[in-house]
Structures are given as structure tokens and as C-alpha cells.
């Protein structure tokens, strides 16, 4: 099995532009998340789908938007990029409440 | 929102040394995960714990819940190079499948 995929690895972006982080689960989990991950800061919660056709706020959404396009598939979108959201970004997916998070291996933005 | 705390930040130790990492909350968690995460990769959960005073064993590696369901331990025996990496612990909402996690201990241990 895959488990998470996360495209791309690697991007950078000038600040004002826009794109989508995609993220991939093929373990028929229920719920899915974003997090950012700082030097110093840990993991932030960004958004997060508890099940399909549901999505909800975490610790850090501003400037950010997210879909959950299917059971599968839970993408992230920046607007317009800022330098602050340079950050490695993770996706990860789980059974639910009480269950362990299986991540993607991160898209590393940086926003020029 | 629930804070986690850990620590050591960082450690550097020498092969075969002990060491313990501590997870330390002021909320009380239905369950607590710890992760080890490697360079240019995304965590992997390494354990769950769940019942207040829970011990669990992964081969050298002990974890500890705390009777009140608020802090954890991780504790290494004979450390050895492979065990080098960034160990998170994440606390589990009462209700929800949201985690927090703690900043990470950053363990290095040298040959």
C-alpha cells in the first residue's frame, strides 16, 4: 500500500501567487488533516476533514482553503502566498477518534 | 486548546546510554501517541497508549502514561545510533480525532 501520497516534494513560490498542495490516502480512513511544521513550533494544525464532506478549522487556517474532494483525496490551497507560510507541509490520514495518523512525507513551500 | 510540553528540546548521547524522554500536559487526554519522525520524511507512529498508568514495551523502547492521563515518558535502553531522530508525542481529544502535538525531542545518539 501507498498510504499517503503528497504531491510535489518541493515548490517554490513568489509571494502573491497561488497553487494547491494535493494529498492522497488509500487506506479507506475516514478522517484527514494538514499540518505545518516549524523549527521550534512542532506540528499546527491547519484544517482537518473528520469524514467525507466535512471539513473544520485548526490552530492556524488563516490564508489558507482545503477540499475533500472524495473519501480519498483532501486537498490544501494557498491564495495568495506569503512569506510566513514558507513551512513543510504534511498530510495525514486516520480511522478515526482514538486511532494512530499515517502521514505523507511533506511538501517543503518555500515562498520567495 | 490543549498544550503539550516536552522535554528535553534536544539530547546527544553516546551508544549504550539510557535516556528519558517527558510529555507533560495540564489537560487530561483520552489517549496519547508517540511518533519518530526522520529527516525529509513524515512522522511514524510508534506507539498508543491509552489507560491511565498503561505501560507498553516496543523492544528497547518503554512508554509510560501517567496515572491522571495527563503526561507520558519514553524511555530508551542502550540507545544506539539507529535511534537517532525527532520523537513527537500527540495527545488525543476526549471527543473528536484531532491530535496536539508536542514540539519534539530532537535525540542524537553517537557512535
Known amino acids: 500500500n501507498a498510504g499517503v501520497t503528497q504531491t510535489p516534494k518541493f515548490q517554490v513560490l513568489k509571494t502573491g501567487q497561488s497553487m494547491t498542495l494535493q494529498c492522497a490516502q488509500d487506506m479507506n480512513h475516514n478522517s484527514m488533516y494538514w499540518y505545518r511544521q516549524d523549527p521550534g513550533m512542532g506540528l499546527r494544525l491547519i484544517y482537518y476533514?473528520?469524514?467525507?464532506?466535512?471539513?473544520d478549522k485548526g490552530e492556524v487556517p488563516n490564508g489558507y482553503n482545503v477540499s475533500r474532494l472524495n473519501k480519498r483525496e483532501f486537498s490544501l490551497r494557498l491564495e495568495s502566498a506569503a512569506p510566513s507560510q514558507t513551512s513543510v507541509y504534511f498530510c495525514?490520514?486516520?480511522?478515526?477518534?482514538?486511532?494512530?495518523?499515517?502521514f505523507g512525507s511533506g511538501t517543503r513551500l518555500t515562498v520567495v | 486548546t490543549q498544550l503539550l510540553e516536552q522535554s528535553p528540546q534536544f539530547l546527544s548521547i553516546q551508544e549504550g546510554e539510557n535516556l528519558t524522554v517527558y510529555c507533560n500536559s495540564s489537560?487530561?487526554?483520552?489517549?496519547l501517541q508517540w511518533y519518530r519522525q526522520e529527516p525529509g520524511e513524515g512522522p511514524v507512529l510508534l506507539v498508543t497508549v491509552v489507560t491511565g498508568g498503561e505501560v507498553k514495551k516496543l523492544k528497547r523502547l518503554t512508554f509510560q502514561f501517567g496515572d491522571a492521563r495527563k503526561d507520558s515518558s519514553l524511555h530508551i535502553t542502550a540507545a544506539q545510533p539507529g535511534d537517532t531522530g525527532l520523537y513527537l508525542c500527540?495527545?488525543?481529544?476526549?471527543?473528536?480525532?484531532?491530535?496536539?502535538f508536542g514540539e519534539g525531542t530532537q535525540l542524537t545518539v553517537n557512535p
Open positions: 495525514a490520514s486516520s480511522a478515526g477518534q482514538g486511532n494512530g495518523y499515517t
Open positions: 489537560s487530561v487526554f483520552s489517549s
Open positions: 500527540a495527545g488525543a481529544e476526549t471527543s473528536g480525532s484531532r491530535l496536539t
Open positions: 476533514s473528520a469524514s467525507e464532506g466535512t471539513t
